[in-house]
């Protein structure tokens, strides 16, 4: 055996390539470039609190509070793939409670508009779902912005336009 390769060698004038780089340099085949660094995502403003978005109940007022803490925490730049699966999962849990909570106090406020207000409440859950899917599907980081903007579309158009109506109607005089 040592014999064919030796004569395989000296036919071929080369010793056998001391490195797999070097073997490829020799088969004029180079290896793929370093994959191109992800940009960091673009920094987001911090949402803050303000009272247009009170309901008129303390409860309710602080669970769109903790929705606004963790549209912030979305919004970090160094926002890590566990932290973003905590804030995705966090929202159908979010959702069972603030929900639970919100219909039943709407209920006894303004009861002839509480069923158009479940029905985003389930598209909200439905989202929610889709994001948890997409998650352990593994696309991870690249979901960040679509959930960001998803829950801010969320707190300008549900939280200050529908839910409080609610507060409307309750303070009739405010
Ligand atoms: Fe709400
Ligand atoms: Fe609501």
Redesign the pocket.
Known sequence: MNKIVSTFRRLLGKEPASSPKEALRRLDLHPAPAPVPAPAPAPRKVIEWTDDLTVGNPVLDGQHKKLIAMINTLGQPDLSVEDLGEVIFGLLEYAAVH?RD?EDYFTEVAPEIVPA?FL??TVFIAGAYRFVQRFQRGEALALRDTVYDFLCDWLIR??RN??SQYYRRSHPAA
Do not use: T, V
């Open positions: 929900f919100e207000h985003s409440h549900h939280i529908e839910d």
